[in-house]
């Protein structure tokens, strides 16, 4: 639990950082440090400045020719942007981010599909905006814009989902291939794992966030500014995440472990090879229990590629999608991986459970949550 949480935590601090640093879509300077915060002070002051680079990455979805929408789903409003042409094609957020976040991708992909990017239920304007998120009002809510979509029979959707998006993408796919064609899993899943020690959602202070998000981002990647630690310290407890935590049991009966067998639609693995939250060796644990499943790895980025290596991301997810899906394995897919792909010759089998769902319960006991 703690490290799911603390994968939202790191998605949107990494998200901050990358946005502002490759596409500059906001004047926040990392030039001086600035005071860390009297926690007495309300956090809902005045919007900080991640929430001002989340604004500026909404309106660039505009200008880039995306069409923002609203629809009814699970009784709560959800809202979504919708741009190019071509088969339908939805990109998902993880959890404490917004369709902003694939600000850096999704105008590159309009010209071969149409791009869907939402705001995933409890994040950006979608509802609901306060209270409990259980886990179940985001799938179920997802859900509901998906069924709504007109799918010809012979072109199903393809999903691409970062961290808790990948989570989302795989609980479709597995509910509702008839509807999913492919999937496409960045950094994330449907299995647990265990966070790595002194990492947490909550971070108390500047410098614990510092080494936070130091877990999720390459070390070539540049730190982040201190007025956005301290954003992340301030935030990470009203956020989406914390709302998500208080339905540990909810968050855990969405797992697939040792369920994704049943998961008949083609994987594409998408794997920032960095990553300290969720590591390689997860990617590999799926890889070994998925049926028709392929892994791509991607060096120099770390848990959220969209963001921090977005222009080679997008170049290796234009490379995936142009091929044939995965084929189903030859033998079960079941213990050590069988016939697994040249990169993983000599690396030890994964031990560890997958990262999302652990995480978030991890985290939870540990009294953390952040945004992720």
């Known amino acids: 639990m703690r490290g799911f949480c603390l994968s939202v935590l790191a998605v949107l601090m990494v998200h901050a950082v990358h946005v502002h640093g490759v596409h500059t879509v906001h004047p926040v300077h990392p030039a001086q440090a600035v005071p860390a915060p009297d926690p007495r002070v309300a956090e809902a002051d005045s919007p900080g400045p991640l929430a001002r680079i989340a604004a500026a990455a909404r309106a660039q979805l505009g200008v880039a020719g995306f069409d923002e929408g609203e629809m009814e789903a699970a009784g709560q409003p959800l809202t979504y942007w919708k741009g190019g042409t071509g088969p339908d094609l939805l990109l998902l957020h993880g959890a404490g981010q917004q369709a902003g976040s694939w600000v850096a991708v999704a105008p590159g992909l309009t010209d071969r599909h149409t791009v869907h990017v939402l705001d995933l239920p409890g994040h950006g304007d979608s509802g609901p905006t306060e209270g409990d998120l259980p886990f179940a009002r985001i799938v179920v809510g997802l859900e509901a814009y998906l069924l709504s979509l007109d799918l010809p029979p012979e072109k199903p959707a393809v999903l691409v989902g970062s961290s808790m998006g990948a989570w989302l993408a795989t609980l479709m796919a597995h509910r509702h291939p008839e509807r999913v064609g492919r999937i496409v899993l960045v950094n994330g899943g449907a299995l647990l794992n265990v966070p790595a020690e002194g990492l947490t959602l909550t971070p108390p202070d500047r410098e614990t966030a ?163």
Do not use: N
């Open 210 to 372: 510092r080494r936070t998000m130091a877990a999720l981002r390459d070390p070539s990647s540049p730190p982040l500014s201190d007025e956005l630690l301290d954003d992340i310290v301030r935030r990470s407890r009203v956020g989406p995440v914390g709302r998500m935590m208080k339905d540990l049991p909810g968050l855990m009966a969405h797992l697939l472990e040792g369920r994704l067998g049943e998961v008949t639609v083609p994987v594409d693995l998408l794997w920032g090879e960095s990553d300290g939250l969720m590591p390689l060796s997860y990617a590999r644990r799926m890889e070994s229990q998925l049926p028709r499943v392929r892994l791509t790895v991607l060096e120099r980025c770390g848990h959220i590629p969209p963001s921090e290596c977005p222009e080679r991301f997008l170049e290796a997810l234009h490379e995936v999608l142009s091929q044939d899906p995965p084929v189903a394995k030859t033998a079960p897919a079941e213990g050590s991986p069988k016939g697994e792909p040249s990169e993983s010759k000599g690396e030890p089998p994964a031990e560890e459970p997958a990262v999302h769902a652990v995480h978030l319960v991890h985290s939870a006991h540990s009294g953390g949550d952040s945004p992720r």
